[in-house]
């Protein structure tokens, strides 16, 4: 299976912008589905957005829809999150997720997920 490193998190003033990348290591990284998610302290891990293996299917929270883009690129094995308009209350753990599958679909809830980053922090400054 593969591993997850995550990059790119850090303090940014609200308004700005933010890339996070999630570098994947390990085989068949386009065998796997990929999310991130975020958990700021004293809730619960929840989706900010989902890709397919293909990358052709995507979904967002509707927290962040219209703000975030969700992007992969099979051949350098990467996941990426285009963050914009950034709000304190995006501030968070972002951790990015593999779920290996065998059809093209996205997916929501963390249990569904089997691999999972060490995270990085995203604080937002208002």
């Known amino acids: 299976q593969v591993q997850l490193v995550e990059s790119g998190g850090r303090l940014v003033q609200a308004g700005g912008s933010l890339r996070l990348s999630c570098a994947a290591s390990?085989?068949?990284?386009?065998?796997?589905?990929m999310g991130w998610f975020r958990q700021a302290p004293g809730k619960e891990r929840e989706i900010v957005a989902s890709i397919s293996w293909s990358g052709g299917n995507t979904g967002y929270a509707d927290s962040v829809k219209g703000r975030f883009t969700i992007s992969r690129d099979n051949a350098k094995n990467t996941v990426s999150l285009q963050m914009n308009s950034l709000k304190p209350e995006d501030t968070a753990i972002y951790y990015c997720?593999?779920?290996?599958?065998?059809?093209?679909?996205?997916?929501?809830?963390?249990?569904?997920?089997?691999?999972w980053g060490q995270g990085t922090q995203v604080t937002v400054s208002s």
């Open positions: 390990g085989r068949a990284f386009s065998s796997y589905a």
């Open positions: 997720a593999a779920k290996y599958v065998r059809w093209e679909a996205t997916y929501d809830a963390p249990k569904d997920y089997d691999v």
